[in-house]
């Protein structure tokens, strides 16, 4: 209003003060009109004032606007730094591309994954060579929407994925899509494990079970059959009822020592190597094996004792069966880098190089007759390394074919002072 009012009342001011200068104008009339043009003046001073309030509290407000504005930015640039800092922290790779397939972000476990400092800016398909995955973002693009599908990679390593591709919106006139890779390839690769585990056991249990039916079928359909046949038949089924126990015993074992933490205790070493030998010691006689100690005394672990003694046991076990008669056996302890070392080396068969990065897998034997006939189970060793693993040691074997193998177990040795 006061925009309007200013002008007007200068306007009336100015014309009156015309008015004044007319001649013939009577002296009373022209006091009256200088009166009211200065009425006129005074309220045009008003309303200037009153403009000047207003503009001053208008310039308040755009330096609030602009404040206002900066905050935001500032806000808008911190949300996208936090989104970028989200995308880059996922544990999965993620990549940000247009419809055009060309790049605008990859998070930090996208650029390990395919092995670039940088990948913005570029073709999807010439940074992944997948031609799949390709497909599959236009699909996206086609769509506007969530698709996804296996895609494997060949570059520049094999693997097996999950590719998730949504869309982000529009920006800049281009739409965005994000891609999401979840790697299944040690997933397949336990279940590939976990078949082959269950094909086996089934293959260790029915080889025994079919020759408990086919002798127990053969006494049954042979009433007259003599008695020293009967005997020795009853024998064989015992015999493989023994064999499936030490299967079903050894995979519990195997499977106790997978599924639970150890409970540890403090002992000494010499004595459960001691006792170990005791319990070996009819066995070495029966293979005509000697066996021979060089124990470090005083030697501590912090270990579960009954399943170190386990690893022991399984180690001299097949130290005495994979020998030769008049063969000999030597257990040593002794510490070397921190470690606990437990030796058990015998003058036996030995390993072929070509089986050795192999025994230690469930159900691997060298040679299959001969582990079963003495009784093998082909999971001693794999019992052993799950063991060792399951302390924080380690297990390593030196094998030469027809003249031995020494087999070293390393366990984390025990300092007094750790207790303290
Ligand atoms: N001390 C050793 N000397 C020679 N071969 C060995 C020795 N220890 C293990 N092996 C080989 O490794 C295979 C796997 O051992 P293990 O897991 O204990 O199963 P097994 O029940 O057959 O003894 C054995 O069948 C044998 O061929
Ligand atoms: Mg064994």
Redesign the pocket.
Known sequence: MSFRWLPASLLLSAVLLLMTALPNLPGAWREALIAVSLGGILLALYFARRIHARCNLMHQQITDLNEQLESLNLELTRQQRRRLALIDGMPIPLLICDEDAMLRHANRVALEWFGFRHMTGKSLLALTFCYDLYLLLLKAARRQSTVSAEINFSFPKERHTEATIWYLGETDSHHLFAIALIDKSELLRLEQVRRDFVANVSHEFRTPLASIRSLAETIHDDPEMPHPTRQRFLNLIVQEADRLTRIADDLLTLSRAESMQPTKEVFELSPLIQQAVQEMEAEAQRHQVILHTELQPELKLLANRDQILQVVL?LLS??I??NKPEGSVTVRTYVQDLQAVIEVA?T????PSEALPR?FERF????KTR?RE?G???????IVKHIVESHGGSVEVE?EYRVG?T?RVKLPVYEETQNS
């Open positions: 399984n097949n130290a069966r994979y015998d036996g068969v030995g390993i025994i691997y034997r060298v040679d582990s003495g093998g189970t082909g999971l001693g060793l794999a094998s193998s087999f």
